[in-house]
């Protein structure tokens, strides 16, 4: 069993920054790839970012690429999510996820992901 806890989220102007991290424990948790979602009211959870266990692959969506920055330090067990030039339309409910098979591939499928955090709230405001 993996458990992820997110922290780092909250309340932010348009244009500010963010960086959640998500820590993990419980066996080979830093073998595993990482993803980031995230979700609104209503809406399918979106996927945001992802990373392998070496963090030499990393995948986002179109919607941040240039603005967000997904990282890992294995020695911590914590993955982050650095958010650049946050816009209003980045207000979610973001969650980390771990995917125990697939080591090697980011996935941008939240099927593929067997363990999730609770998720944090960031909210930005315009």
């Known amino acids: 069993q993996v458990q992820l806890v997110e922290s780092g989220g909250g309340l932010v102007q348009a244009g500010g920054s963010l960086r959640l991290s998500c820590a993990a424990s419980g066996r080979t948790s830093s073998s595993y790839a990482m993803g980031w979602f995230r979700q609104t009211p209503g809406k399918e959870r979106q996927f945001v970012a992802a990373?392998?266990?070496?963090?030499?692959?990393?995948a986002y969506a179109d919607s941040v690429k240039g603005r967000f920055t997904i990282s890992r330090d294995n020695a911590k067990n914590t993955v982050y999510l650095q958010m650049n030039s946050l816009k209003p339309e980045d207000t979610a409910v973001y969650y980390c996820?771990?995917?125990?098979?697939?080591?090697?591939?980011?996935?941008?499928?939240?099927?593929?992901?067997?363990?999730w955090g609770q998720g944090t709230q960031v909210t930005v405001s315009s």
């Open positions: 990373i392998n266990w070496s963090g030499g692959s990393t």
């Open positions: 996820a771990a995917d125990a098979l697939r080591p090697y591939l980011p996935s941008d499928s939240p099927n593929m992901y067997d363990y």
